[in-house]
C-alpha cells in the first residue's frame, strides 16, 4: 500500500487565504484590523525565523503585526510589565511569547500574566482549563492544526483508536484533548510506556510529538492507519555538511503502511501560523463585539 499523502502546506495556505478572506469585513465593523503583539527575547536564531514567518503571515492576512524585540538580559519583572501593557492595549487582539525564555525568566509566570482572552497560543492554564471541560477558549495552536487536517481526511473522528506519542503542554496534552472531544479513544504514549511499538500498533490514528528523529517505525503502523507527524529534526543529509528535516516517524517505511501521512516537512509545520491567524482572528471578533458565524473558521 502505498499511504495518500496530507498536504498541510497546501491546507494552511487554504486557511490562511479563508482567514484573509474575514478580515475586510471586521476591518469595516470595528474600525481597525485584528492585531497580533509578538514578544521575542534574546536572539535564538530558530525563534527569530520563526518570529520573522509570523510576521510577515501576520501582515499577508490583512491584520496588524507588533514586534516586541528585547534584550536576553530583561528582567523578569520588565517582561510581566510588557505583557499587562500589551493585555491592555486595545489594538493587541493576541499576544504571543516567543518560546524559550532566557532561564532567569519564569515562564509559566509570563504565560499566566498573558489575558486569557488574547492567549491565542493558548498556553495559559485557564485556556488548557477550557478545552479540558469543554468551554470555549484558545488551544494550542499546532494540536488543532493537527485536527483540522484529521478532519479533513476522515471527516468524522468517533470511536477510532488514536495514540499520542508526546504528553507535552503544548502538543500532547491538548492533542488528546481535541481527539477525546472528537470521541475517539485515546492513548498517551510517552517515555516510560511498555512496549511503545503495541501500543501504536493498535492506532487508528498515529499523533507522533516526541523529538526523535524516525523513531516510529513503519512495522509499528497498523495498516489503513493515519500518520500525523509533528517531530522536526534536524539530522545530517546526503551531502557532507548539510543538514535535512525529518519527523518523529521513519516516513518511507511507514507510508507503505499508513493510509494516510503527513510528510515532514510541509505537513503539520505550516499549519501552525496558519492557525495562529484563525486564533487571532477569532480573538478580534471576540474582543470587538463583532459576529463571526460558529464554525466559519
Ligand atoms: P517535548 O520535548 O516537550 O515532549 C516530548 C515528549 O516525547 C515527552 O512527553 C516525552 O516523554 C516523549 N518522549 C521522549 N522520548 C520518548 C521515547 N523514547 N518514547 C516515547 N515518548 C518519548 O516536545 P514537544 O511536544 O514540544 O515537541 C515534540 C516534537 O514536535 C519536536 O520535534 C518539536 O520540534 C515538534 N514541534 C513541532 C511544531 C510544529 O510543527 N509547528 C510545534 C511544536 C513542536 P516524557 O514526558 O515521559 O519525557
Same mark, same amino acid.
Given at each position: 500500500m502505498s499511504a495518500d499523502i496530507i498536504d498541510g502546506k497546501a491546507f494552511a495556505a487554504q486557511l490562511r487565504g479563508r482567514v484573509a478572506g474575514f478580515v475586510p469585513a471586521f476591518r469595516a465593523a470595528a474600525r481597525r484590523a485584528p492585531g497580533l503583539a509578538v514578544i521575542l527575547v534574546g536572539e535564538d536564531p530558530a525563534s527569530q525565523v520563526y518570529v520573522r514567518s509570523k510576521h510577515k503571515a501576520t501582515i499577508e492576512a490583512g491584520m496588524e503585526s507588533f514586534e516586541y524585540r528585547r534584550d536576553p538580559s530583561i528582567s523578569e519583572q520588565k517582561l510581566v510589565d510588557l505583557v499587562n501593557q500589551l493585555n491592555a492595549?486595545?489594538?493587541?487582539d493576541g499576544i504571543l511569547v516567543q518560546l524559550p525564555? =532566557?532561564?532567569? &525568566?519564569n515562564e509559566q509566570r509570563i504565560i499566566a500574566t498573558i489575558d486569557p482572552d488574547k492567549d491565542v497560543d493558548g498556553f495559559h492554564v485557564v485556556n488548557a482549563g477550557r478545552l479540558a471541560v469543554g468551554l470555549h477558549g484558545y488551544v494550542p495552536c499546532t494540536p488543532l492544526g493537527c485536527l483540522m487536517l484529521l478532519r479533513d481526511k476522515l471527516g468524522d473522528l468517533s470511536g477510532l483508536d488514536a495514540v499520542v506519542v508526546g504528553r507535552s503542554n503544548i502538543v500532547g496534552k491538548p492533542m488528546a484533548q481535541l481527539l477525546l472531544a472528537e470521541s475517539c479513544t485515546v492513548t498517551i504514549a510517552h517515555?516510560?510506556?511498555?512496549?511503545l511499538a503495541a501500543v501504536v500498533r493498535r492506532a487508528d490514528i498515529v499523533v507522533a510529538a516526541v523529538?526523535? =528523529?524516525?523513531? &516510529?517505525?513503519?512495522?509499528w503502523i497498523k495498516p489503513g492507519a493515519t500518520v500525523i507527524d509533528v517531530g522536526i529534526n534536524r539530522v545530517p543529509g546526503a551531502e557532507a555538511g548539510k543538514t535535512k528535516l525529518v519527523g518523529d516517524v521513519a516516513y518511507a517505511e511507514a507510508a507503505e503502511v499508513a493510509g494516510a501521512i503527513t510528510p515532514v516537512?510541509?505537513?503539520?509545520?505550516?499549519?501552525t501560523i496558519a492557525v495562529l491567524l484563525r486564533n487571532t482572528l477569532v480573538a478580534a471578533h471576540r474582543r470587538a463585539g463583532v459576529l463571526l458565524a460558529k464554525d466559519a473558521i
Open positions: 492595549d486595545d489594538a493587541v525564555l =532566557p532561564d532567569h &525568566i517515555s516510560r510506556t511498555k512496549d523529538g526523535r =528523529p524516525e523513531m &516510529i517505525r513503519g512495522d516537512p510541509g505537513g503539520v509545520g505550516p499549519m
